[in-house]
């Protein structure tokens, strides 16, 4: 019992990893690319915006594991409930915690902004609680990441604009690409070609919308992501040992780039600099964040 309490991590690298703070980043870029597509706006909503939209998503981690918990005892016991880092009502209380915490920090900013809360928290759970046993649970996941670009809005100046709404679908079919290219974790069976063209929704959807002089700073923006694309792609279908952890990786660090391409060419350029700093944020996060 000493030797297995010795070589217990400590209770708060425990509660990093339940949290999967690796991924925190694209949640930060979303609510900057969804408030700036609202119209943006004074910062004292903002701030908020960015706290309560992190605890929501630390709580959908949480509540994930708890939700996962006989499962991960026989295919992942190398996860914090199994290897009895933490017990099971512990994470149940830590995630509803951080649950209703984000809820009362985005609830208060308008009511508009709490009914989308509403709908956004629902995702999350029936995510959590059925993404194991159904085939299109990246469709949820890709809902939770849409809702959140309108939570974002909604704080904003203009509220839930039409392009908000469109660069928000955009994401969610990127989202859904990269969640069943995520299913293929681990698996020996080839990785279908179909998960791959939905990431291409975001650069299309840009090409489209803009146009006179916003035309080519969207173009130069969808190049960096179409190369970026094509990098995290070529380590799934384009090599012979193939990688497929690596490509989901790089795809959801890839997140902060589908929002600068939302936002990016009809904003300042100093704008662009603070995706550029979340994107490389959500590369060292990656790196230096603890995970199982």
Known sequence: MLLAARHRPPYGRTL??????????TVWSHCLAGWLLGGGGALVPFLPLVL?????????M?????????????????????????TL?????????????????????????GAWVAILVICILLHDAIHKVIGFAPLLLAACRFLLYLVAASVADDGVTGLAIWSALALAVYVTGLGYLARHEGSKAAV????????????????????????????????LLGLWLARSVRL?????????????????????????????SGEPLGISFLFGLLFVTALLFQRFAPEV
Do not use: M
């Open 236 to 264: 799934t279908y384009w090599v012979a040992d193939r990688n497929v952890s690596r490509t989901v990786s790089a795809l959801t660090a890839g997140l902060v780039l589908v929002d600068l391409l939302a936002v990016g």
């Open 89 to 113: 009502d512990q994470v149940w209380q830590w995630g509803f915690g951080w649950l209703a915490l984000g809820t009362v920090i985005l609830v208060v900013l308008g009511n508009t902004t």
């Open 192 to 223: 279908p070609s179909w998960p791959a063209y939905l990431l291409l929704a975001p650069p299309l959807l840009s090409l489209l919308l803009n146009s006179g002089h916003c035309r080519l700073r969207a173009l130069f923006l969808v190049v």
């Open 52 to 60: 309560g939209a992190s605890c929501l998503y630390i709580a959908g």
């Open 16 to 25: 990093l990893v339940l949290g999967r703070v690796s991924t925190l980043p």
């Open 62 to 86: 949480f509540l994930n594991d708890a939700f996962d918990a006989e499962f991960d005892r026989l295919h992942r016991k190398e996860r914090p409930i199994p290897a009895g880092q933490i």
